[in-house]
């Protein structure tokens, strides 16, 4: 359980990551149950699948003990895989999910059920240059295309949900 709020961690070493991304979340947002679990799920290492609920009945869970972890972690990593992924740290914040996606919720809820794999794999440091926007305001597409010298480890790409936009 963590206590990011007097800077406090006290956890198993099992769920360190998850109360870590907790921690980090709480020094800018204070989601509801479904976005902050969903958020400390998705990005705490491990893979995730679906769980027993669907999203929209989980959306509108207000105490975590009865929110289906799997569901919210698997939702908001499609989202981070399938869309940009710095737009969920607005929805952190507590904007409004349709201007942000340009998709009503109910609908993105309905092609994540569609669409979704059965699992993520967990993350791992990837081995290629981090993606930056091109010049012209693309997603960094050229640098796929072009061979890559420097194979050190990087910051995975959904790590970018937590900058600051950019001036």
Not at 8 to 13: A, D, E, L, Q, V
Not at 15 to 31: G, K
Not at 120 to 136: G, I, V
Not at 154 to 163: G, I, S
Request: charged share 25%.
């Amino acid at each position: 359980m963590g206590s990011p709020r007097r800077k406090i961690i006290r956890t198993h070493w099992s769920v360190l990551e998850h109360e870590i991304v907790h921690a980090v979340v709480d020094r800018f947002a204070q989601p509801p149950p479904f976005w902050n679990e969903g958020i400390a799920v998705a990005l705490d290492g491990n893979g995730t699948q679906h769980g027993t609920a669907t999203v929209m009945q989980s959306i509108h869970v207000d105490d975590a003990a009865d929110l289906d972890y799997s569901t919210a972690g698997h939702f908001v990593r499609w989202l981070l895989e399938e869309h940009d992924p710095t737009r969920i740290r607005p929805i952190l914040d507590g904007a409004a999910f349709e201007p942000t996606y340009d998709l009503p919720f109910p609908e993105a809820a309905a092609l994540f059920e569609d669409e979704q794999p059965f699992a993520y794999p967990p993350w791992f440091p990837c081995d290629y240059p981090l993606l930056l926007p091109d010049e012209d305001g693309g997603r960094g597409s050229r640098l796929l295309r072009e061979p890559v010298e420097d194979l050190s480890p990087r910051t995975p790409a959904a790590a970018l949900a937590f900058e600051k936009p950019r001036e």
